[in-house]
């Protein structure tokens, strides 16, 4: 099979539409529509049903599609590790955590990172679901609990609590609860029992809500949205430990009671284990939650 007209195809399936595909390659539409043509009668079959509203991929288009993937996705592995530099880190690194810590404590501390490696471009994926890396959907992952995916090197760089915060006029006005019990007449936010969470998490959380009783409980899809109502007097809100020190105003409801350790891992497949990208920002990361460990400590020190 041609190169080229695989490298076409692919992204016209990817893509889904002749003239976008086009912009993309810097190809006319009838240039695409031509290498399409001759790829399906080199093949003998077609590889795409047409209509108004764009392509779908048959059979046998979505066979090749798979292949085509799986050939990006290693020439983008071997592209990454011939484009780093023995002596400059640089290029896209593609980072995936979740949304909450992903904007609550990654993203503010970005702007340090490319003071340091200021031709570094970060691509940062935020969601829920666990990326698979050895299929390079991502470089390098943040997530609160250990990778299950095999190949991968994983470190453990630090632990969070879970807590319960409120705000000061939501507490003036509701009142302060002193135990677990008391909770009972608030309004708990957080993140929902089935949502992908740890253990430890969800163990604890059902004591907050008395075994998921709990008729004021209002569930959020991420910490962010958890601090935001909580900020704004809606009610109680979980949310990891880290926050306190973004948001200082907050006050820490029932202060001795808190969830078990989460561990936090960073991982990347093992491929990328002398890419100096991945270690560059691994090394940043890390240094970035021991200022973050010591300033809690100093403040813990002072109060």
Excluded: C
């Excluded at 019990?181 to 957080?190: P, W």
């Excluded at 935001?228 to 949310?239: R, S």
């Excluded at 200082?248 to 409801?253: I, Q």
């Amino acid at each position: 099979m041609d190169w080229d007209k695989l490298r076409i195809f692919h992204a016209v399936a990817d893509i889904g539409s002749l003239t976008h595909a086009g912009d993309k390659l810097h190809l006319s539409q009838s240039a695409v529509s031509r290498q399409i043509r001759s790829l399906e009668e080199s093949l003998n079959v077609i590889l795409f049903h047409r209509h108004a509203r764009g392509l779908i991929l048959t059979e046998q288009g979505e066979l090749l599609f798979t292949a085509t993937q799986d050939m990006s996705k290693k020439l983008e592995t071997a592209e990454a590790r011939i484009r780093d530099s023995e002596d400059e880190v640089f290029g896209e690194l593609r980072v995936t955590t979740t949304t909450g810590f992903g904007t609550l404590w990654l993203a503010p501390r970005m702007g340090r990172l490319y003071e340091l490696y200021p031709e570094l471009k970060i691509d940062l994926i935020l969601e829920e679901r666990v990326l698979d890396l050895p299929m390079r959907e991502a470089d390098v992952a943040i997530r609160m609990k250990e990778p299950s995916q095999a190949d991968l090197v994983r470190r453990r760089i630090m632990t969070v609590n879970m807590q319960l915060y409120a705000s000061q006029p939501y507490l003036d006005k509701h009142g302060t609860p002193e135990t677990v019990e008391d909770l009972q007449s608030h309004r708990i936010i957080s993140q929902s029992l089935t949502a992908r969470q740890v253990n430890e998490s969800v163990s604890w959380l059902k004591t907050v809500l008395a075994d998921e009783q709990h008729i004021k409980h209002m569930t959020v899809n991420n910490y962010f949205g958890v601090m935001q109502a909580t900020m704004h007097d809606v009610g109680i809100g979980v949310m990891p430990d880290y926050v306190s020190s973004l948001v200082p105003e907050l006050v820490r409801v029932l202060p001795n009671d808190e969830s078990k350790e989460i561990p936090v891992f960073l991982a990347y497949p093992e491929e990328l284990r002398h890419s100096k990208r991945v270690n560059a920002f691994r090394d940043f990361v890390v240094e970035e939650i021991k200022a973050y460990r010591r300033a809690v400590d100093q403040r813990e020190n002072v109060m």
